[in-house]
């Protein structure tokens, strides 16, 4: 099943550079393994913070709820879920 | 999956009497049916007004759609529907 | 350039039912055509109503504003328009 | 009498893992007491976060107040709780 | 059970005076009905319209939902229910 | 006159137990004196949290301002302060 | 005491020029009274639409109720109110 | 003064075509008067709708407001008025 | 030009009982000077919290903001700035 | 293309007075050469807050994310994004 799903991260403003930068690198090798395992068919940075949006794939919104708690930056995250249907325009025919 | 659905329905005030019966009998039809399938796992009524919050269940968010576009009082009807997981607490053990 | 474009329709419950049809086809239409040419990259129904999120694709916002007002029902519709940058996870690499 | 609950625990990012887990904990078997005494008689995670929605059963608000406020992550949440009322579906007949 | 209930009533402008009048003294006889039973323990205008916040009294919320169905104005209204809590400075002691 | 007054409290929940306690007590004290002043007319428990909504009396905005800001939990409160009417189902005849 | 009133009219965009004008007539020639006898205190237009602040003196809430109530356009209204309390700069000294 | 208006035009959908397009080309002639006349500094578009965001200037609220009035679509609208300040990075140096 | 200013101020609640007199203080002498000085007009508690609305007068909103980011308690307070119109009740005649 | 941005800055109000003058000479710096480069066409201060409203050019929402992340201010910004589109008043004609 297609969820779309909004990630805003809010990071404290004076957190070190360096806990920052390890987080966000963390954060990047998981999304990487999201998109290649697929569990992330697609997904865009919402201009001007650090928050996306995107279209998650996972079998049921349990599965779901587990691929996204496994980011580094959820504990500092608000999360969006919207299940998503076929459309007709998708359905072909 | 299930789902957790809000139906906040509002009739024109000044629709004849008969009308009003009319969509309320088949809505109520249609509801029992979907009660039978066990599309409509449960049910409650929010106090107040023709309002209900419900646990749907369907393969997916494509099936709810048509599930829920089927009821009669569904051109009077404003949506609301959220993707439930699994609770640790439900998950046994 | 990419943006996520929601619109929600909302027909008046006692359109009779050609009017209806008739609209629901005209949108289709137009909305295979935006498919075939690629300016609707994705579309997902929203679940529960006619109402749907999609990817569309447009050189700007004032070409992605006609591809918008040409939809059959757009004076029924509440567009909500957000632009879409490239994320770091699609960046490639 | 039936109510709808929904808590979102907001627990400080940089929480020390030793108490996350034991806080975790403690509301976990806090919440099994409740399992099994019937207080909560459904409960859903809401994907995305440390977040639910549930069917909780009390005589009354205040009642309901207790339970709730016994929760061992109450420092951290947010509750919002809505009063149910039995639908027509669920009446019999 | 104590429920705080809020009713907004928006009757349409140029609803012609007598049938604004005869619903309005219909609410009255009603809303009368309801305080001699008790079911409305205490009610309040909200100053600039046809609005009020009031105390209601019932079994539970099934018994709430059809009391405020009842009353003849009720086609017109935005209703909302709030499940009120014994408060420890009314438990005595 | 009477207002309607919903407080919510949020105390830090890392606040050491025996300062919780100490403004907790603190409060209830100050609570009873309004109660028996006649300044807090009703009040109930809105279930979940550390919330109250309570009809007060007092001569006008500014004796309620005085009286609200002398509660000890005031540092941590949000107020909502709505300015009540006599309803005519109250005003006898 | 003094309340902040806000006010916003919403007529409909057909309404006949000769009925729009009636109303409005009626409207200034009401408000004018309401200035005269003091009840509005100062009045602002909030630029763009038919909408007002301003700040209304009555002996309370039931009063101010029923000066409201009294406009014209109150059946198109939109009404906001704000009790006010007296301000330590205004308090003297 | 500068202000950011934002307008918002919701003409019926079943508007007669000649109707809608006699309004659109007031509209359309009065902004340009506006335009040139300095009132309108910039606007642009909200792509997907009737709807736009400009910098207007005037003496002060009072000739914003009836400038705005004047717009021929001005009763299907709705306005948002931001008072704007200038900014350290425009004020030179 | 009058601007109506809603002004929120949140210190902090565990702030030294020293530090807080001394804002506060500073506050209102700062306030007392804006008052002689006519750029504060009127102003009201918002009863229940540190919380005004008052009418200030300005040349203009880069004048008005210079005014307020003046306040002792500035860094600590939401902001709400809405500039007024002159009402044609108050236009005389 | 052109972006509305809005940018509202909290800084915590206790920051010692040096490292506040310090990040917004920096800010300053910063936004004099994105004026310069022409990213930032124009810009307004929204009066009463460390708050603007501008108008940004970039080649995508891409490209203007990279931007706005760049200001030193960025950690403690809240910031909200609006793609322009052309309007007819400025299509020339």
Known sequence: MEFLVRID?????????????????AEREHGLALRRSGAIERIWRLPGGLRNVGVWVADDATQL?????????????????TALATHPLEAGG
Not at 9 to 25: F, G, I, M, Q, S
Not at 70 to 79: E, F, K, N, R
């Open 65 to 81: 709820h587990e691929l996204i708690c496994g980011l580094p930056l959820h504990p500092w995250a608000q999360i969006e879920v």
């Open 9 to 25: 991260v809010a990071l404290p403003p004076e957190l070190p550079a360096a806990r920052r930068a390890e987080l966000l690198a």
